[in-house]
């Protein structure tokens, strides 16, 4: 038995009714060790939403199988949480309601659900916000609630798809940062998707690239620098070009093949 | 926009207030133009009236809204209930929906009649009649507000390892708040207009009853009160449930309350057909389950016999048949009519952004005066022939299309108005090419509402006044205790405004298919 996540030659075809079948991903085998903060990176449409879903458990895999921690995972579980693109946040919640909306679906009681909530907020640097409602936070902010919420589930995986992409750059860098203390304070492990190269180095104990549709594994890059990263230093800088020229071959594949359809 | 700013938009604008002056205004100089026609009491006359009859009408009053209040929590209890499963149960969606246009399609006057003889005497029909006025414009509004939301909430749920029952009552129902309270808002002043139609039917107390008699009496004075008692209360309550919208939500209030395939999608002669065969047997059912003698009580095999098989079956036809023709013959003017005065004033209007910014809160108002209990009023007015009945329809048409389109109008993209201007292109040019593609989708929603509402109208003047057409056919078969003909001038007419709903949404699809491809999509 392996502990944390073990993806093994995972393949998911869509067969929509009265469509051509969509081969999302092929033959995808992905471990993901105790505390492993693991970035993928591919084209847009190679399966990344897809890969994450299926941990998820929202979505079946139609060949291979995923485990956590042993167990093969046939449906959501609070030791995986999701985080999505856009916060999602429930706009007639305040901050607080939102963040304890999972304690409350679970039916953690009303005093520990408020304690947790406060500690949380407090954490993800929101204690004075709680009783907000999502239109009057920045999207930034937003995107910590959406964070305090996933973080609420004591989860060991936290999946994340691309949960940066609608900030701008500033708040985008300071969230990285954020997020990597969340994640040495907690160790869980992370499974984040990005589109930016830049992000990933910031991040990543090991990217991973993956081909344009049907998705598989072009490359692992393991980073090994201490956060946090100099993106300048040589060795950085010679890591972000190798991706960067892997990333656009496969960019280029997708987007002849969306030119030939 | 603000979450303030946004709910403000339950209620009229303040510069309503400048409108309604201009129109009692009006009102009153208008009656002393005509003083001495016996056509129009002004406001003068009005409250000189009501002070002499303060109590007499305040009995009246309390009897109907009573009736009103517990038809519009039932009809909005049903609303609730049908919405909710047709969610649990996608596979249902289509047949719930269908049989639910139909009842809402059935004539109201005659059902009023019918409902006497099995509930007999007593508040129980107007009940019933307010429930039925107001189920349908909550139902389809709550079947759309149910699925607007983004699947990242639904997801959410489910990744708490929870099913449909929690997606509906934790998410799906709170996000469909502000569809529930348009509907309701539309029910209120609805189910006031159920409760006098019921008791235009026979009943023995309630402003219903003091309209007809005051009719009858030629009492212009009396007329003109009750009809502006009933439009204060309906405004009054409209504004109420506006005010109350604003305090619980934080969100905008949705335009399109029942979009082209709220109620899904699928092969259309099948689904009718599955109705259809539902519909009469439920029909049966509920007449045999409750054991009503077949004298009053007509099943499907009845209405076969006296329309179909029987002797005089083709006199019964033929009969049935001409009404209805009668009855088309003022319908469909006053529905085009009133279509078009509503699209075309609202064009007009946006021309002139001033005077929109008066008649838009004015109008939104008046549409929430039941057009229908001021038919009396209209009789009076310009008399028994066509006039009357083709006026009453085309104003009934005109309110709820004059408020959509404008609305739609103003939904235009904003982006797109943008390209516009920095083409420099003229107002016409942005009204032909962004505007009005943008105001279709709420003028076909209107349109289709406003088929059973105009065959609702037409019946009642037939029913109180004219001594013709298919409403006339009823309250002469009701009288004379003729169930077979009440019961077919009931499916009849139940089947003609439902189809001519659902020959609009298909002129709908086409249109909007063009124009506005994602409301299709659905
Ligand atoms: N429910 C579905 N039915 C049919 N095809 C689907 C479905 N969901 C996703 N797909 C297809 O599967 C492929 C992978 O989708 P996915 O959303 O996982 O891509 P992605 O890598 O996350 O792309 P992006 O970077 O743009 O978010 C796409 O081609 C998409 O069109
Ligand atoms: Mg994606």
């Known amino acids: 038995m392996t502990l944390g996540l073990s993806i093994s030659n995972v393949s998911k075809t869509f067969s929509p009714a009265g469509r051509e079948p969509v081969h999302a991903l092929r033959d995808v085998s992905i471990e993901v060790a105790l505390g492993e903060f693991v970035v993928l990176l591919g084209p847009s449409g190679c399966g990344k939403s897809t890969l994450l879903f299926m941990v998820a458990g929202l979505e079946s895999t139609t060949g291979g199988a995923i485990a956590f921690d042993g167990l093969e995972v046939r449906a959501p579980g609070p030791e995986r949480s999701l985080i999505f693109q856009e916060a999602s946040l429930f706009p007639w919640l305040t901050v607080r309601e939102n963040v304890g909306f999972g304690l409350s679906i679970r039916r953690v009681p009303p005093g520990e659900r408020a304690r947790r909530v406060d500690e949380l907020l407090r954490r993800v640097g929101l204690a004075g916000a709680g009783d907000r409602h999502p239109s009057e936070l920045s999207g930034g902010m937003r995107q910590r609630a959406a964070l305090a919420r996933a973080l609420a589930m004591d989860p060991e995986v936290l999946l994340m798809d691309e949960p940066f992409a609608a900030l701008d750059i500033q708040t985008r860098a300071r969230m990285q940062d954020h997020l990597l203390e969340m994640w040495s304070s907690t160790r869980a492990s992370v499974l984040l998707v990005t589109h930016s190269v830049e992000e990933a180095l910031a991040l990543a104990d090991r990217i991973v690239v993956f081909t344009a549709r049907p998705g598989r594994i072009k490359a692992e890059i393991p980073i090994t620098a201490p956060r946090p990263r100099d993106p300048y230093a040589p060795e950085m800088v010679e890591l972000a070009k190798h991706c960067s020229m892997l990333l656009r071959e496969e960019v280029e594949k997708s987007f002849k093949e969306q030119e030939l359809l | 926009m603000s979450a303030r700013a946004a709910a403000a938009a339950f209620r009229p604008a303040p510069n309503g207030l400048a409108g309604a002056a201009l129109l009692v205004l009006g009102w009153e100089a208008a009656a002393r133009a005509f003083a001495g026609t016996y056509l129009i009491a002004g406001p003068v006359d009005v409250l000189a009236y009501l002070s002499g009859n303060g109590a007499l009408m305040a009995r009246a009053l309390s009897e109907t809204l009573g009736n009103a209040a517990l038809g519009f929590v039932a009809g909005n209890c049903a609303a609730i209930l049908l919405a909710a499963a047709a969610q649990l149960w996608p596979r249902g969606r289509a047949a719930i929906a269908g049989l639910a246009l139909l009842v809402f399609c059935l004539p109201l006057v005659a059902t009023g009649p019918i409902l006497r003889v099995l509930l007999g005497p007593g508040p129980g029909p107007q009940i019933v009649l307010a429930a039925l006025a107001v189920y349908y414009t909550t139902f389809v509004p709550l079947l759309v507000g149910l699925r607007a939301a983004p699947a990242s909430w639904f997801d959410l749920v489910r990744s708490y390892g929870r099913g449909p029952v929690t997606e509906l009552r934790r998410v799906r129902a709170r996000a469909a708040l502000p569809y529930l309270f348009a509907g309701l808002q539309i029910a209120a002043p609805a189910a006031f207009l159920g409760a006098m139609v019921g008791e235009f039917t026979g009943a023995e107390r309630g402003m219903g009853v003091l309209t007809v008699r005051a009719m009858r009496a030629l009492d212009v004075e009396a007329t003109w009160a009750l009809a502006s008692v009933a439009a204060l209360v309906s405004i009054l309550a409209y504004a109420g449930i506006g005010a109350l919208a604003e305090m619980v939500l934080r969100e905008r209030p949705p335009v399109i309350l ?73 319908v469909l003017p006053g529905y085009l009519a009133g279509l078009l005065l509503g699209a075309g004033l609202a064009i007009a209007i946006l021309l002139v952004p001033a005077a929109a910014a008066v008649a838009l809160p004015l109008a939104v108002a008046l549409r929430s005066v039941p057009i229908v209990t001021s038919a009396p009023l209209l009789v009076l007015a310009l008399g028994r022939g066509a006039v009357g009945t083709v006026t009453l329809v085309a104003i009934m048409v005109f309110f709820p299309s004059f408020v959509a389109c404008l609305h739609g109008l103003r939904q235009a993209p904003g982006q797109v108005l943008d390209v516009f201007d920095s083409y420099a292109a003229g107002r016409v040019a942005r009204l032909v090419h962004v505007q009005v593609p943008a105001m279709w989708p709420a003028f076909f929603a209107a349109a289709r509402m406003a088929v059973p509402a105009s065959v609702l109208a037409v019946t009642v003047v037939e029913w109180l006044a004219t001594g013709q057409g298919v409403g006339s056919l009823m309250a002469l078969s009701a009288s004379l205790s003729d169930y077979d003909m009440l019961w077919g001038s009931v499916v009849a007419v139940a089947l003609l405004s439902g189809a001519g709903y659902v020959a609009v949404g298909a002129v709908e699809r086409r249109v909007l298919a063009v124009y506005a491809a994602e409301q299709v999509a659905g």
Do not use: M, N
């Not at chain 2, 389950?289 to 009580?297: D, H, I, N, R």
């Open chain 2, 258 to 330: 029942s979009p082209p395939g709220a109620a899904g999608r699928g092969a259309g002669p099948a689904r009718g057909a599955l109705v259809l065969a539902l519909a009469v047997a439920a029909w049966w059912i509920v007449l045999e389950a409750a054991g009503l003698p077949t004298f009053f009580a007509k099943r499907p095999d009845d209405f076969w016999a006296a329309f179909v098989t029987a002797p005089d079956a083709a006199a019964a036809r033929a009969t049935l048949l001409g009404a209805l023709a009668e009855t088309a013959i003022y």
